[in-house]
Nanobody
Framework: VQLVESGGGSVQAGGSLRLSCATN????????MGWFRQTPGKEREGVAT????????YYADSIKGRFTISRGSDLNTVTLQMSNLGPEDTATYYC????????????????????????WGQGTQVTVS
């Protein structure tokens, strides 16, 4: 199983970026996919999750109203549209697939704990200045 992130980069405060995470149908279908972020010296933070058959399940308070998680036009892709970025959003962003069993309730309630996710991408850097 592979998760491949893309779309990170550098942007000025107030700008936007779109992250993408590509995987295969076996991993995506019926699963909960999430985005996390991490800065040096801090724990990995849950940002948003999406349950494949329903849609968005969780958004961290820190990004509500600014970030949107969605399924890509390529149905095996999950995207994170980030708008009105600030320096506090600077981090390495990771895509992850949840550990079974899968349910919308877990995708929402267990979203903050990275231990609930079994597969991780390599990470993509987002820098906001």
């Amino acid at each position: 199983v592979q998760l491949v992130e893309s779309g990170g980069g550098s942007v000025q405060a107030g700008g936007s970026l779109r992250l993408s995470c590509a995987t295969n149908a076996e991993t995506f279908n019926g699963n909960c996919m999430g985005w996390f972020r991490q800065t040096p010296g801090k724990e990995r933070e849950g940002v948003a999750t999406l349950f494949a058959t329903v849609g968005p399940a969780y958004y961290a308070d820190s990004i509500k109203g600014r970030f949107t998680i969605s399924r890509g036009s390529d149905l095996n892709t999950v995207t994170l549209q980030m708008s009105n970025l600030g320096p506090e959003d600077t981090a390495t962003y990771y895509c992850a697939a949840m550990t079974p069993p899968f349910s919308y309730a877990r995708c929402k309630g267990d979203a903050e704990n990275p231990a609930n996710f079994r597969v991780w991408g390599q990470g993509t850097q987002v820098t906001v200045s």
